[in-house]
């Protein structure tokens, strides 16, 4: 994922959380405890990923854990929802789907 202008912006007087630190594709980034994966990823770039069935930018949908557009991998191989999945300390996610052996 290149940088890019982030979808989302923090607004100023939110009440002050930890900065949580993962990685987005290989690229060190933050998020504020208690942000989902999407909001983590969409305060550093404009696009989540792009869509299974085209290379058009996909930003979630539902939003809500129902549909199938905001699926994330994990280092490790997992996938995971990210609306509905919290930003974890030293997460590594990844944007397109990893190649393993």
């Not at 696009?47 to 199938?68: N, T, V, Y």
């Not at 990210?82 to 393993?100: I, K, Q, S, Y």
């Amino acid at each position: 994922m290149s940088a890019a202008t982030p979808i989302l912006k923090r607004i100023a007087g939110a009440a002050p959380r930890d900065a949580i630190a993962f990685v987005l594709d290989g690229r060190a980034c933050t998020g504020l405890e208690g942000d989902t994966v999407l909001a983590a990823i969409l305060t550093h770039g404009e696009r989540l990923r792009e869509s299974d069935f085209s290379d058009a930018p996909r930003a979630g949908f539902c939003l809500m854990g129902a549909c199938q557009d905001c699926w994330v991998w994990l280092a490790d191989g997992g996938r995971v929802r990210a609306c509905t999945t919290p930003v974890a300390d030293g997460m590594h996610v990844l944007t397109d789907a990893p190649e393993f052996p």
